[in-house]
């Protein structure tokens, strides 16, 4: 297993101390103008529940744990994460419940990977792989 993580930068040495200390292999990076890079690298996401990248993950086929941002206006992340949650294309673990399930769920999805190949079945069914040609298309157009 290796975990990638992009954290503010004032947490580099922290999380690099924190993986090094479980024996864990990660790589720590900062914020990127291209996130999707490290795309075909995971099997599996831990996210904010941003309407972007929860499109962005369902559309790569990535199955992903939402963990939705409590002070997000009008909760709109959490209705978001229940959005992707009810079509079975994630995880959704409130940030209050973090503590207390993530390692569970983690253990849980490790015990039986199958879960995420139905996630990723799900998605597929879903996403749109040429929406960034049917974005380009319409701009074309305008």
């Not at 529940?49 to 790569?60: F, I, P, Q, R, V």
């Not at 992903?64 to 995880?91: G, M, R, W």
């Not at 039986?112 to 298309?137: E, F, G, M, P």
């Amino acid at each position: 297993m290796k975990i990638y993580q992009q954290c503010l930068p004032e947490q580099n040495e922290e999380l690099k101390q924190f993986y090094k200390k479980n024996l864990l292999e990660s790589h720590i990076f900062n914020f990127s103008d291209d996130v999707s890079e490290y795309f075909p690298k995971v099997n599996l996401a831990i996210t904010r529940s941003g309407s972007s990248m929860l499109a962005e993950l369902t559309n790569a086929n990535i199955p992903f744990i939402s963990v939705a941002l409590p002070t997000s206006a009008d909760n709109h992340q959490l209705k978001n994460a229940i959005f992707y949650e009810k079509k079975k294309f994630c995880f959704l673990i409130k940030e209050k419940d973090l503590k207390e399930k993530l390692i569970y769920l983690i253990t849980e999805i490790y015990k039986n990977n199958s879960v995420l190949d139905t996630i990723k079945k799900n998605q597929r069914q879903y996403s749109d792989k040429n929406v960034y040609n049917n974005i380009d298309h319409v701009l074309k157009k305008i």
